[in-house]
């Protein structure tokens, strides 16, 4: 693994660092009583998003094992205007606590 890179300052940690470079907002991300919005902003969402897609590119490249599919989510009133429910209730997840339904992608043939 090698030494632990040396600085000539004192390093600081993330919870410090990206509010101070406006990539990290906490405070309003504590705010939201459902816990769905996210501290990260502008080039810090940019960021998270070029990291979870090097990590699953690096993944795909090396194990071809990742097959990409994304989950939808969406409220009782949308998933019974849509046909979901209640034909698909057994296959879609409910967020308990929450009128949210996560429905999973379609099965490979």
Request: hydrophobic share 40%.
């Amino acid at each position: 693994m090698g030494d632990p890179p040396r600085f000539d300052f004192e390093p600081k940690a993330h919870w410090d660092l990206g509010p101070e470079l406006g990539i990290l907002d906490f405070e309003r991300a504590g705010k939201d009583h459902r816990g769905a919005l996210r501290p990260l902003l502008g080039m810090g969402a940019k960021l998270e998003r070029a990291l979870i897609n090097f990590m699953l590119e690096r993944a795909h490249a090396r194990a071809r094992l990742y097959r990409g599919a994304a989950a939808l989510s969406g409220d009782s009133a949308s998933l019974y205007g849509t046909g979901q429910l209640p034909k698909f209730k057994e296959d879609l997840f409910k967020c308990e606590g929450h009128d949210l339904w996560l429905i999973p992608p379609p099965k490979s043939p």
